[in-house]
């Protein structure tokens, strides 16, 4: 079986212009092209297309899928497997989160007052998954499984009051770090001792006991890690490195 760039198109939901894009850069070529220019694609095609779909939906970026896809190594069976996993534990947090809101609109339509943990439990469980998810092997590796399940127990365990200022905090800390960047402050500044104050705040605002040591290496793992970085980096870079060399220079 053999489709013309227009019927893929049709066939996936991908535009012409994103396959052609795919094209150019050689994430998705045609099996062949016609003396006439257009494009043609097999099944093999079709197949690569899919697994891009799936890495797309998982929020993966082309460069890297491609990197992916071409590695010699890949295994497409595994990688699908991969996906399931994915896309199941998201389906499960949608699901608890649906269900938190059909709680919440249940509890308006009889006039009755929801009990505050039930309100903020579906958000502090997605908080806590997010982080196993993104960086549960490397603090487990690094920490310890029973540190990281009290860590995560506690954050569980959070008053609605606490959670909120948790909250609060770490929007307070991003902001204040892109401003300290943006206006070329030094780390060593008294603006870079207030955020390390406001991290140790955010740090320890679950009951954690406060351990100079491994904030310091909670700091350096923000540098160290691509996924921390890209977190802090998000709108202005260099927020990551100013944490970490505030933390390096004012915990002692």
């Not at 990281?148 to 800390?173: K, Y």
């Not at 709108?235 to 915990?251: E, Y």
Request: aromatic fraction near 8%; charged fraction near 35%; hydrophobic fraction near 35%.
């Amino acid at each position: 079986m053999e489709y013309s760039i227009q019927e893929l198109s049709r066939l996936s939901g991908v535009t012409t212009r994103a396959l052609r894009w795919y094209d150019q850069i050689g994430l998705l070529k045609p099996s062949r092209v016609a003396e006439s220019g257009y494009r043609y694609y097999g099944r093999a095609e079709v197949d690569r297309l899919q697994d891009i779909l799936y890495y797309r939906a998982l929020g993966v970026e082309l460069a890297r899928i491609k990197e992916c896809l071409d590695d010699p190594s890949f295994d497409r069976l595994a990688a699908l497997r991969s996906h399931l996993t994915a896309l199941e534990a998201e389906r499960e947090r949608l699901e608890k989160l649906i269900r938190s809101v059909k709680d919440t609109i249940g509890a308006e339509e009889r006039n009755e007052i929801m009990r505050d943990e039930q309100k903020f439990e579906a958000f502090k469980k997605r908080a806590v998954e997010h982080n196993e998810e993104t960086y549960g092997a490397e603090i487990r590796a690094k920490y310890g499984d029973q540190e990281v399940d009290e860590a995560n127990a506690a954050v569980m365990n959070l008053t609605q009051e606490q959670h909120q200022e948790w909250t609060n905090l770490g929007r307070e800390i991003q902001e204040r770090l892109e401003a300290a960047v943006q206006a070329g402050l030094s780390p060593e500044n008294e603006e870079g001792k207030e955020i390390v104050a406001l991290h140790r705040r955010w740090l320890t605002i679950t009951g954690n006991r406060y351990d100079p040591n491994k904030h310091r290496g909670i700091a350096e793992l923000y540098v160290m890690d691509e996924r921390f970085t890209a977190y802090y980096d998000k709108r202005m870079p260099g927020c990551a490195r100013f944490l970490r060399d505030a933390v390096t220079h004012w915990v002692k």
